[in-house]
């Protein structure tokens, strides 16, 4: 009687583990915008965030944010979206900082499953937020006399060319 070698015996119990391993899959997620932009001159500044689910079947999301997210409310921090469907979330940022900047970025991926193996893929969407509580002019003021100091440079340019073509005559 021939002996088997053992690393084939090794082999197919292996194989026979893998059989009882739960289903793994992986989780399509889009977000659209792609970057909120949040202009904060009172308390409160809210955005709308769109997540299509590009799955076969339901899928539940959670929101986070990854920087700052004593800031962030959201109107729902779990979604259950249908297949082939986006869902709304409102975004809602209450900024407790001085004037300035700041970036944070928003995490969203498939709400684990404990019944079976899946791969996190999800998006990341920038949150930029622009602080002005004490709602200064200096940017309006800014643009305005940038686009005056523009206009009068292109007023004068095309005076110069148009005397420049009289002359010329």
Known sequence: MKKEPAFLWI???????????????????????DRLYFHVNGSESERQLAVYNGNAGMMRIRIAADEFPEWFSFDRSEVEIPPGKFEKVKVSVSPDAANGEYVSHLTVIPAEDGNKLTVQLGAVVAAVIMVDKENKLSTVLGVAISSAIVTSGLAAYFLLKRNLNLAKN
């Open 11 to 33: 082999f197919l119990l292996i194989l026979a583990g893998l059989l009882f391993l739960p289903p793994a899959g992986a989780q399509s997620i889009s977000v659209s915008p």
